[in-house]
């Protein structure tokens, strides 16, 4: 595993926790060749959208990155957590896929609720509204951790304001995370990427293996979240 202070101060000595457990095993550091200006300038223009600066610094500092860390259950070293941000050339645009004109089901627009839900004092995403959605991290099929721009209300052409972090659950619902992607990255660390970690951030919760792993690697996140 690369030690360099480099990887150290990008994951914020997470590598170093892990190795003061003794049930934790190994942990592997996957991250990229930093992206160049003019990759980060071509992607902007590619989806009229400027990306954060927060997020343009990750970049060039590594294009994309992913963390997994193993322990041993059983006697078995089975993997655990995973903490993974997308590289900008998977970086893209998600939306609701449009129905054939011959179709009768309905469209994820059609059944979107033309309400203005408001979570933690943020209202909610909505692709109808020409919310630009991109996708951060797969969560393993749990949901998605998106980047979304809001499109201004005043705005006719299609800028957007500064974006913020949201977790999309399965039943295609947003919830809050954070303001800005230093913030989430630091919440993921903070959850050592136990497996759905985000739904702490929705009314129904985790399930109940996230919420022991939880306990067991970092109980005091189940106590409160931390502010963004």
């Given at each position: 595993m690369d030690r360099s202070p480099f990887i150290e101060n990008l994951t914020l000595g997470i590598a170093k926790y892990f190795e003061k457990l003794p049930c934790v095993k190994s942990t592997v550091i996957s991250e990229k060749t930093?992206?160049?200006?003019?990759?980060?300038?071509?992607w902007e223009q590619k989806n009229s959208?400027?990306?954060?600066?927060?997020?343009?610094n990750f970049y060039l500092a590594t294009d994309g990155l992913q963390i997994k860390w193993y322990w041993k259950q059983r006697g078995e070293t089975v993997p655990c957590g995973v903490i993974e941000i997308a590289r900008l050339s998977h970086l893209k645009l998600i939306g609701p896929k449009r129905q054939s004109v011959n179709s009768?089901?309905?469209?994820?627009?059609?059944?979107?609720?033309?309400?203005?839900d408001v979570c933690d004092g943020h209202l909610?995403?909505?692709?109808?509204?020409?919310?630009?959605?991109f996708?951060?991290?797969?969560c393993q099929g749990a949901g998605k951790v998106c980047l979304v721009y809001p499109k201004r209300k005043d705005s006719s052409d299609g800028s957007s304001q500064q974006p913020s972090i949201w977790f999309l659950d399965r039943a295609l619902d947003f919830h809050y995370l954070t303001s800005d992607f230093v913030s989430?990255?630091?919440?993921?660390?903070?959850?050592?990427?136990?497996?759905?970690?985000?739904?702490?951030?929705?009314?129904?919760?985790?399930?109940?293996k996230t919420r022991l792993l939880l306990n067991m690697f970092a109980p005091e996140r189940l106590i409160q979240k931390i502010p963004s």
């Open positions: 930093h992206v160049h200006e003019a990759a980060l300038t071509s959208c400027v990306l954060p600066q927060d997020l343009k009768e089901l309905p469209s994820l627009l059609d059944i979107e609720s033309d309400s203005e909610k995403p909505k692709f109808k509204d020409g919310c630009k959605i996708v951060l991290d797969h989430y990255y630091r919440l993921a660390l903070a959850h050592l990427g136990i497996p759905q970690w985000q739904l702490l951030f929705t009314p129904y919760g985790p399930p109940t």
